[in-house]
């Protein structure tokens, strides 16, 4: 079974960066899709980016000069790192993958919160 | 950039009754790569449909995916209590806004 778990600070102050980590269980990190989703509290989902181990990767085009994503294969993990952070990036984070597409994810993590503020 | 406009924004139905969803592109969808999520509060999204029409493993049968181009469709045949929830479409980097299904 396919398990995804976020971790990270939970407050980050405005103009830093913004680091979550996922990690990955019950499935090796090479073979899938993986996606970070953001959802700000009460409003809808936006969609950060994915990575795939061959290197494949594609970002929002709203976010993209501040966004990179990575896979650590030795920890089966994957992160966001999202820099010059603003309110405006207060949002639950949630990763999210899929083995065949990376138009859909099948498997998501429980989300994390991250509250941008001084 | 595609983007997918859903309606209703909201959707009252009792438990019993036929729910039809709909998610609009402003261009053609490739290789009609679209999905359906359902989300309850403090949940995680959860694929139901992709494919436009596959039903993701665990997805009841009372739910159905149509459509292709720029008109989808999510059907639920028979509202069960748990159905009623946020619906989000999607396709590849573009969610659209969801549609809330509560109960009447």
């Known amino acids: 079974q396919v398990q995804l778990q976020e971790s990270g600070p939970g407050l980050v102050k405005p103009s830093e960066t913004l680091s979550l980590t996922c990690t990955v269980s019950?499935?090796?990190?090479?073979?899938?899709?993986w996606s970070w989703v953001r959802q700000p509290p009460g409003k809808g989902l936006e969609w950060i980016g994915y990575i795939f181990n061959s290197g494949g990767s594609n970002y929002n085009p709203s976010l993209k000069s501040r966004v990179t994503l990575s896979l650590d294969t030795s920890k089966n993990q994957f992160s966001l790192e999202l820099r010059s952070v603003t309110t405006a990036d207060t949002a639950i984070y949630f990763c999210?993958?899929?083995?065949?597409?990376?138009?859909?994810?099948?498997?998501w993590g429980q989300g994390t919160l991250v509250t941008v503020s001084s | 950039e595609i983007v997918l406009t859903q309606s209703p924004g909201t959707l009252s139905l009792s438990p019993g009754e036929r729910a039809t969803l709909s998610c609009r592109a402003s261009q053609s969808v490739t290789n009609n790569y679209l999905a359906w999520y359902q989300q309850k509060p403090g949940q995680a999204p959860r694929l139901l449909i992709y494919?436009?029409?596959r039903r993701a493993g665990g997805t009841p049968d009372r739910f159905s995916g149509s459509g292709s181009g720029t008109d989808f469709t999510l059907t639920i045949s028979r509202l069960e209590p748990e159905d009623f929830a946020v619906y989000y479409c999607?396709?590849?980097?573009?969610f659209g806004q969801g549609t809330k299904l509560e109960i009447k």
């Open positions: 999607q396709q590849y980097e573009t």
């Open positions: 494919g436009a029409s």
């Open positions: 999210a993958g899929d083995r065949n597409n990376r138009a859909w994810s099948y498997y």
């Open positions: 019950g499935a090796s990190i090479s073979n899938y899709y």
